[in-house]
Nanobody, 127 residues
Framework: QVQLIDSGGGLVQAGGSLRLSCAAS????????VGWFRQAPGKEREFVAA????????NYADSVKGRSTISRDNAKNTVSLQMNSLKPEDTAVYYC????????????????????WGQGTQVTVSS
């Protein structure tokens, strides 16, 4: 399994932008799909975005679609999540996760499909 370190969170005003990064160890990272999830206080962890191991498929939650872009650089073992037009309701701890299992198109949405998780990075959006 790969080990993940997510970073890039911070405090930003509504309407601002942040770029979250997920750095992975391991030469096999290019064979892993990667997802981003978030968890706000008192709420369950929810899907934000995902990218297949090839990078050809990307998926977004409706709540961030049009405001966020997920991308990967397999040469650098990194996945990024660019988030624009941030809203106070985007405030949460954001986690990246990776999976080498098959069935991306049917599974990317579910946290249990992922086998490796980062430690989380806090995003706070002030109004």
């Amino acid at each position: 399994q790969v080990q993940l370190i997510d970073s890039g969170g911070g405090l930003v005003q509504a309407g601002g932008s942040l770029r979250l990064s997920c750095a992975a160890s391991g030469r096999a990272f290019a064979t892993y799909a990667v997802g981003w999830f978030r968890q706000a206080p008192g709420k369950e962890r929810e899907f934000v975005a995902a990218i297949s191991w090839t990078g050809y498929s990307t998926n977004y939650a409706d709540s961030v679609k049009g405001r966020s872009t997920i991308s990967r650089d397999n040469a650098k073992n990194t996945v990024s999540l660019q988030m624009n037009s941030l809203k106070p309701e985007d405030t949460a701890v954001y986690y990246c996760a990776a999976s080498a299992s098959g069935g991306y198109s049917n599974s990317y949405y579910y946290p249990q499909w992922y086998t490796s998780w980062g430690q989380g990075t806090q995003v706070t959006v002030s109004s």
